[in-house]
């Protein structure tokens, strides 16, 4: 996307904001290049501007700005959405508004197990925080190092916790919210139980930015667990990840706090991506799983372990296993599991997909959709890894090297989708819909459904200034 500076324009923007908050908040021209892009980096945009406020006023300031001007608001946080709902598409009349510098922690209650947290605290910082008082926020995925708590919400990400934490909507108690308008929704809360009314804070996570500004908000903690006991173990088949996930929940006392699923072909890209990386075990088997349990307190977690794979081994469902002896070795594991991330990204353009099953029906989904993507698309490769305890899998396509990319990957989806429909399943388990699943998310919404969304949207920003294109593309007479 290439855009041709209006100049007027943004001379009109900063002299709108006043020429001491512009000099302070507005970033243009080359300078805007790192916020125009995300992770995968497969699309660089453009912007009018790119705004940085440093706290709730800058950000009202900043919205009654755009609003005045007619311009969309594209609100970001750590670019690390994989479906470009951060990422300007219609650049000469977009600003980015980024969160980066709101990024303080407000307060920790211990007694209460809160914390108050501005929107661009990045996600390891809030749970390093917390965990020097001995407090847990449980959210955790592969781009913590770099997502942000408003990104997080407004993504409602999932993540390696989910099976015993939830979601991020399950782990936050209030939230502080700024309207297209400007106005300030004050929503923050530390009450765990507040049943007055509709909950208004569930409207903005998981929105995308398409209602308003997560400006801050109140987590929900807990202790943070002493103890973890981490197995990378070797399975003839994804059908016994399933029974071993099920045992695993009867079994363990609900203290199993991840259940990754990931093939063979993970070892190699993890090593594609970190040539250093230890493998401790053969490579050779058809399926593996990383689980940990985790607790505080009186509770035996290494026990546990040990005896559940003793169970595990005698019903078969396991044929190679490593507990991992020390904090090291188990960050040692995970790594494979987001060095291989890293190495489909090296792999160039792919599909990523991100779906959801119910649980007892996702071998029988995988093993169709693979089959009718290599069946359509010979030498393109699946590579199915994930929550699978969630019933959410990243079934990823890395195309041919022969063949044309593009057609590839949208041939690969349009498959996957197909077999999908077929199990009443979701495109989006976790990461959104943005701007590159919109086709397919709007193709699909039912009537109702998408005249709800459309009178919630209109309601509260009538304009459409918020992230414009963004879920569903809203036409003018709507
Ligand atoms: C290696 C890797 C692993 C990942 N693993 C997971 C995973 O396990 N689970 C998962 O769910 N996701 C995962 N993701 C996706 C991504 O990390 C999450 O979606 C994350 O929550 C995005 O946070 P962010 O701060 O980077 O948001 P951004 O990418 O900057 O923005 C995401 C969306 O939120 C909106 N937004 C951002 N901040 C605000 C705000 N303050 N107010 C209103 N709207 C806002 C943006 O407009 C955009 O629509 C992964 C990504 C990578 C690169």
Not at 288 to 302: H, I, N, P, Q, T
Request: proline fraction near 5%.
């Amino acid at each position: 996307m290439t855009n041709t500076p209006d100049t007027s324009l943004l001379q009109g923007l900063q002299d709108t904001l006043g020429a001491e908050l512009a000099a302070d908040l507005v970033l243009s021209g080359p300078d805007m290049a790192p916020y125009c892009r995300d992770w995968h980096g497969d699309v660089q945009s453009d912007a009018l501007a790119v705004l940085r406020p440093r706290d709730t006023a800058q950000v009202s300031a900043c919205m009654r700005a755009a609003a005045a001007m007619g311009l969309g608001v594209v609100p970001q946080g750590g670019r690390t959405g994989l479906v470009l709902g951060a990422v300007p598409d219609t650049p000469a009349r977009q600003v980015v508004l980024s969160l980066e510098r709101m990024n303080r922690i407000r307060r920790i209650d211990a007694d209460d197990f809160t914390a108050e947290v501005e929107a661009g605290v990045v996600l390891q910082a809030v749970k390093d925080n917390l965990a020097q008082a001995g407090l847990f926020f449980p959210l955790a995925l592969g781009a913590q190092g770099s997502c942000q708590i408003g990104g997080n919400l407004s993504t409602n990400a999932g993540g390696l916790n989910v099976l015993r934490y939830g979601m991020t909507r399950d782990l936050v108690l209030g939230l502080e919210v700024v309207l297209p308008d400007g106005r300030v929704l004050d929503l923050r809360s530390r009450l765990r139980k507040d049943n007055r009314g509709i909950d208004l804070k569930q409207l903005f996570i998981g929105a995308e930015g398409t209602l308003g500004v997560i400006t801050a908000a109140t987590l929900k903690l807990g202790p943070l667990p002493e103890q973890t006991a981490t197995a990378l173990l070797a399975l003839d088949r994804l059908e016994d990840a399933m029974a071993l996930f099920r045992l695993a929940r009867r079994q363990c006392c609900d203290l199993m706090s991840a259940f990754e699923f990931m093939p063979p072909l993970a070892f190699t890209l993890a090593q594609e991506a970190m040539p250093d990386l230890t493998i401790p075990m053969a490579t050779d088997a058809p399926a593996y799983v990383l689980m940990e349990l985790s607790g505080s307190g009186l509770v035996d977690v290494a026990t546990l372990m040990e005896r559940f794979l003793e169970l595990a081994f005698s019903e078969g469902l396991v044929r190679d296993g490593v507990i991992a002896q020390s904090q090291m070795q188990a960050q040692g594991l995970w790594l494979i599991r987001e060095g291989m991330n890293e190495g489909q990204a090296r792999r160039g353009r792919h599909l990523r997909t991100d779906v959801s099953v119910p649980l007892s029906r996702l071998p029988e989904f995988v093993q169709a959709a693979e089959a009718a993507v290599t069946a359509a698309l010979p030498g393109a490769v699946c590579v199915s890894y994930g929550h699978v305890g969630d019933g959410n899998v990243h079934l990823n396509v890395l195309p041919a090297p022969e063949g044309d990319a593009d057609h590839q990957i949208e041939a690969a989806k349009k498959l996957i989708y197909q077999v999908l429909a077929r199990f009443d399943g979701s495109i989006s388990a976790e990461h959104g819909i943005g701007r590159l699943k919109r086709a397919d998310f709007q193709d699909a919404l039912p009537d109702t459904q998408r005249d709800v969304l459309v009178a919630i949207r209109r309601a509260i920003d009538p304009a459409q200034v918020m992230n414009p294109n963004c879920q569903l593309a809203l036409g003018a007479g709507e």
